[in-house]
């Protein structure tokens, strides 16, 4: 098991910023891929970024390319995403998900990832 923990989340302006955090507790993302997803209401949970822990390569859905980015902090054992020029449209609960896929290209499927957190709503006005 792999114990994930969001925070970060809140109600922001079209146009504002949020920084997301995902902690895993009492266990290190080494060797992990980790990712956020969203779940709007009444659509499928769907990909927003990913990145793999060792190397730091990356990579984002379109709808987030240019402003949103993931990153990883290797001695807080954090992942973030910084999402910046919110749109109302990515309103939605956000989930952090892990998966021990090592040297493997990464992943963008809800069924790649086999560690999920609870979720942190972010919620953008217009």
């Known amino acids: 098991q792999v114990p994930l923990v969001e925070s970060g989340g809140g109600v922001v302006q079209a146009g504002g910023s949020l920084r997301l955090s995902c902690a895993a507790s009492g266990r290190t993302f080494s060797n992990y891929h980790v990712g956020w997803f969203c779940q709007a209401p009444g659509k499928e949970r769907e990909f927003v970024a990913a990145i793999r822990w060792t190397g730091g390569d990356t990579v984002y859905a379109d709808s987030v390319k240019g402003r949103f980015t993931i990153a990883r902090d290797n001695a807080k054992n954090m992942v973030y995403l910084q999402m910046n020029v919110l749109k109302p449209e990515d309103t939605a609960p956000y989930y952090c998900?892990?998966?021990?896929?090592?040297?493997?290209?990464?992943?963008?499927?809800?069924?790649?990832?086999?560690?999920w957190g609870q979720g942190t709503q972010v919620t953008v006005s217009s």
């Open positions: 998900a892990a998966a021990l896929l090592n040297g493997l290209p990464l992943r963008v499927g809800v069924r790649d990832y086999a560690y």
